[in-house]
């Protein structure tokens, strides 16, 4: 079964600063998806980034980027710039893509972004 | 819809009665899915359907719990005997039929049940 650990309960960085938020896995598949959703208070679960196992190069989406490293298991999520909005839970996602194509969670890192 | 409708938003009840969550997808979607979501926590796979059948409910986690999708659009998940443990959010997603390639979900706000 795979496993998802995000080891940082809680940050908080001021407006405009770079933060980085550390995800692992465990997984025997060699193909699979990797996901970042933010949780604001509202609860809605939205997809911030997305990136697929086979892939080399890091995904990016605007201010959000990702250090994706196959072989130590490692996917962490580099916010650029970062905005009030931003403030919210991040989940850390993992994705077979045979089957159901369910996602398996990590624990989630709550992220606050000071003025 | 234009998005992935939960009602009701938050529902009390006591312990021991039925609850129904209801989930309404994205119109075309064929693929809906529920996970629950308990305090602190990241999401946890509950039950996926692919139109109207359940094809995983491998996290139901006991037989108290069952969930519905008749016509393939609207899904139910019902709760009986509920118990304090049950108490959490309930997320429902869906997307389009899993077919190549990873499937982009859509979630809803959730239904916040809490079990007295």
Redesign the interface.
């Known amino acids: 079964a795979q496993t998802?650990t995000q080891s940082q309960p809680e940050m908080s960085v001021q407006e405009a600063e770079t933060v980085t938020l550390s995800c692992t896995y465990d997984t025997s598949e060699s193909n699979y998806?990797l996901f970042w959703y933010k949780q604001p208070p509202?609860?809605?679960?939205?997809?911030v980034i997305?990136q697929?196992a086979y892939k080399q190069q890091n995904a990016t989406e605007n201010r959000f980027s990702v250090n994706f490293q196959k072989a130590a298991k490692s996917f962490s999520l580099k916010i650029s710039d970062s905005q009030l909005g931003d403030t919210a839970m991040y989940?850390c996602?993992f994705?077979n893509?045979q089957?159901?194509?369910?996602?398996?969670?990590?624990?989630?890192t709550r992220l606050t972004i000071n003025p | 819809g234009a998005g992935v409708s939960q009602t009701p938003s938050n529902k009390v009840t006591e312990k021991g009665k039925y609850v129904e969550l209801r989930c309404d997808p994205i119109s075309g979607h064929t693929a809906l899915y529920w996970y629950r979501q308990s305090l602190g926590q990241g999401p946890e796979f509950l039950i996926y359907f692919q139109g109207t059948g359940a094809a995983d409910d491998s996290g139901l986690p006991n037989d108290r719990f069952f969930a519905v999708r008749p016509e393939g659009s609207v899904s139910t998940l019902k709760i009986q005997r509920t118990e304090r443990g049950d108490s959490a959010v309930y997320l429902c997603a869906s997307s389009l039929s899993p077919a190549a390639g990873a499937n982009v979900l859509t979630f809803g706000a959730g239904s916040r049940l809490t079990v007295l």
């Open positions: 998802v998806y509202s609860r809605q679960m939205i997809l997305r697929e989940f996602a994705m893509p089957g159901a194509q369910k996602l398996v969670f990590g624990q989630g």
